[in-house]
T-cell receptor, first 111, second 114 residues
């Protein structure tokens, strides 16, 4: 079964707007990771937030983590057409860091 | 830049044929994952290795799929015999997992079984 589940499944916004994506997970975690996948390409790691962190920033990305609700959110500020991609969350689970992904969120940023 | 390399990038084969996909993980990474991506199922974990030892292959159809790491620089995923339902993009990823680090993905092998 998948550990991370993203929502919404799809999101369409205008360039310049902010995009907020959510991820829920089931079991306790050491960290939560967000990845981006451009069409026809492999996944690229965006940001990792540790279980003892509540918020983390990287450029236009802001990630929050609420371990009491077992959820995380990814905010992309001032979106650009180049942000159009699928976004996934993942958490390594178990002693062997099994890394599973949700079905992802398809983000479309209209120019 | 260090990167995960997968070959071939594209493969078209006839049903019943054997398919072998190869992955060169990033040197020094202790964990290698194999994933399959389809529109319907999303990104499924097929198998993964730690220090070349298989840890979990429960996501893999055992009757036709096999995954190995003959050495630290090569991971293989084999399908024999292939079926049309195996058509998908197969990704390899590697990482120095066990701590708070991420996985690095290859560009994938797009497999079409006709």
């Amino acid at each position: 079964s998948q550990q991370g589940e993203e929502d919404p499944q799809a999101l369409s916004i205008q360039e310049g707007e902010n995009a907020t994506m959510n991820c829920s997970y089931k079991t306790s975690i050491n960290n939560l990771q967000w990845y981006r996948q451009n069409s026809g390409r492999g996944l690229v790691h965006l940001i990792l937030i540790r279980s003892n962190e509540r918020e983390k920033h990287s450029g236009r990305l802001r990630v929050t983590l609420d371990t009491s609700k077992k959820s995380s959110s990814l905010l992309i500020t001032a979106s650009r057409a180049a942000d159009t991609a699928s976004y996934f969350c993942a958490t390594p689970t178990g002693a062997n860091s099994k890394l599973t992904f949700g079905k992802g969120i398809t983000l479309s940023v209209r120019p | 830049d260090a990167r995960v390399t997968q070959t071939p990038r594209h493969k078209v084969t006839e049903m019943g044929q054997e398919v072998t996909m190869r992955c060169q993980p990033i040197l020094g990474h202790n964990t290698v994952f194999w994933y399959r991506q389809t529109m319907m199922q999303g990104l499924e974990l097929l198998a993964y290795f730690r220090n070349r030892a298989p840890l979990d292959d429960s996501g893999m159809p055992k009757d036709r799929f096999s995954a190995e790491m003959p050495d630290a620089t090569l991971a293989t995923l084999k399908i024999q015999p292939s079926e049309p339902r195996d058509s998908a993009v197969y990704f390899c990823a590697s990482g120095q997992l066990g701590g708070n680090t991420e996985a690095f993905f290859g560009q994938g092998t797009r497999l079409t079984v006709v």
